[in-house]
């Protein structure tokens, strides 16, 4: 032992993991304890009701949406291969909707999804493999050739690193460093821990026959004799609860008073109802997407529905949009990936398809872009767009018009 090794303190390592120290930055992957008392980590979040929900509803509406790739120069498709890997199978191992699932799924409840992109020797991307988000830590190089810092990403299983290209990397939020990130379970934990607590004390409550935690008072001789009459209001009471009876006989001289509030006086539905509202905020939801429709009616349902679009789904959309076009083809990119939301915008029948007449009347979109739109193949002829009058091809009306003129 050197000299100033008496004076160290020894490290504290987590209980978990003994392997993890309480000063490692991997500490937060585990979790923590909330106010309440309760651990919380992405495992037990999933066991609120509103928080399975919010998660399984973002990350299933955004692997269900279509992806298209298309040239910055003139708008039209491009690079069907990749887009076919995109929306159908990136790899061998999963569906595009597993995959984004998967990712989404990670980013909803860790904060941070990442997918490895393997590339042949002609650099064509051939496969997209998630991985446990878990698994990859993200440092900084310092590049002292050009004063700047360069991001790698090391896999710990495999022990291989990654540069900052070959990783798609979607974060819920940046920490100010730009490397770490910050979850919505993590950072939100007491709310998250109170949920957990909720839930396990109605349980609790409903275990014991709804009825709260007592104590018995009488003249007992014995500290032996108070423990046997505990017992056996416990059995008593159990047998009750069993039966269904709502009355219970003491002897004389004996009194049984609860103990803390039962699930009315703590108001135990306005808290969760109270939490779920809170959920909500975290990821940004209208309420009635966690199926709490307690302010809701027709009209704002409707309208909550344009807001979730707008303000919530189309900013995970550009940013996985964003990261894609930069990742699979880099920053001087000739195309770029979109990713269709017009299928969440549908409204009903009758005003649907009277927005697709007003599209192709005034030569918006074209028949065949409209029948698109309704899972419907294309016909000869629909590509043409149309304008209001005979509801001809355009380049008829217009072939007419130069004859007016001559």
Known sequence: ???????????????????????????????????????????????????????NFLSSTIAKLPIHIYSRADGSKARPEIERML???????????????YSFDQVFTYGRSYSIIERNGGNQVINIIPV???????????????????????????????????????????????VSHYGPINTNRDIV????????????????????????????????AASRASDDVARTTAKLARDGRPIMALPLGHELKSVGFNPEQMQL???????????????????????????????????????????????????????LTFKLFGRQADVEVKIELDGLLRGDVKTRMEAHATAIQNAIRTPNEVRALEDEGPLEGGDSLMVQG???????????????TE
Do not use: C
């Open 1 to 55: 032992m050197g000299f100033f090794d008496k004076f160290r303190k020894a490290e504290t390592r987590n209980l978990e993991d003994p392997n993890v120290p309480l000063s490692a930055a991997s500490l937060f992957d585990w979790g923590g304890t909330s106010s309440s008392g309760v651990r919380v980590n992405e495992d037990s979040a999933l066991t609120v009701p509103a928080i399975w929900d919010a998660v």
């Open 87 to 101: 929306n159908f199978a990136p790899s061998d191992y999963e569906s595009s909707f597993e995959w984004r699932k």
């Open 132 to 178: 446990d988000p878990r698994e990859m830590k993200v440092r900084e190089i310092p590049d002292f050739s050009t004063a700047r810092k360069v991001v790698q990403y090391i896999h710990e299983k495999s022990g291989k690193a990654y540069s900052y290209e070959d990783v798609i990397d979607i974060a819920f939020m940046r920490h100010r460093d730009f």
């Open 193 to 224: 821990g109170l949920a957990i607590a909720a839930t396990k004390y109605g349980s609790k409550a409903f275990q014991s026959g709804g009825i709260p935690p007592a104590v018995l008072q009488g003249p007992f001789q014995s500290g032996a």
């Open 269 to 323: 539905v306005e808290i969760k109802r109270f939490l779920v509202e809170e959920i909500a905020r975290i990821y940004s939801l209208p309420p009635t997407f966690l199926q709490d429709l307690t302010h809701g009616t027709f009209s704002n349902t409707e309208q909550q529905d344009l807001h979730f679009v707008k303000h919530t789904l189309s900013r995970w959309v550009r940013q996985f949009e964003q990261e």
């Open 390 to 404: 005979a509801t001809v091809p355009i380049t008829v009306q217009m072939g007419a018009s130069d004859a007016d």
